[in-house]
């Protein structure tokens, strides 16, 4: 795959107390622009790296989400210079569903729209099977560590990768 003109993807991941919006909440979740690689951490609840647990847990200080949301908006529309924002994320059926709760919840419309892609299913059309939607995983450059900006650009990484030619 060469010559393509992909630009205004956004890769995200997002860490959350909680299975979904109406049972948890949202703690923090990074934002990945592809091809520029500029990125975003939205802090919602601040974690920090615990040795005992070998998590990021919640240290108690929280940020006003409506703050968070409106400069996470303006940050897209810098970086996509307007144009609409394409979401893609290793686990979209997740990360999406927190994204676009917040968004509707504190600013009343969603920058994304109401579609998202995955990684994976990108993945497994490339190498022609369907039941393969995780071996990309290896290509990531960037440790999968729960810091969600982390997170996202190992997929960035790993997309990027992909589209030069190389397999999982």
């Known amino acids: 795959m060469t010559n393509l003109d992909i630009k205004n993807l ?38 920090v790296f615990s040795v005992d647990s070998g998590f990021r847990v919640a240290t108690g200080k929280v940020f006003d989400d409506k703050e968070v949301f409106k400069k996470f908006e303006k940050w897209l529309l810098e970086i996509t210079e307007g144009e609409r924002p394409k979401f893609v994320s ?29 990684i994976g299913d ?23 560590d729960h810091n969600p900006v982390h997170d996202a650009m190992g997929n960035l990484e790993a997309f990027g990768r992909l589209l030069r030619g190389e397999r999982g």
């Open 10 to 47: 956004i890769f995200m991941d997002c860490e959350a107390n909680g299975k979904c919006p109406s049972m948890g909440k949202l703690t923090e979740f990074g934002a990945v622009a592809y091809p520029s690689k500029s990125t975003f951490h939205g802090v919602l609840v601040e974690r």
């Open 90 to 118: 290793d686990n979209p059926a997740f990360d999406w569903q927190w994204i676009n709760d917040s968004f509707w919840r504190n600013l009343g419309r969603n920058p994304f729209g109401h579609s998202a892609r995955r």
């Open 122 to 144: 990108f993945y497994a059309g490339l190498i022609g099977d369907f039941t393969d939607a995780s071996s990309w995983k290896r290509l990531r450059v960037t440790k999968h």
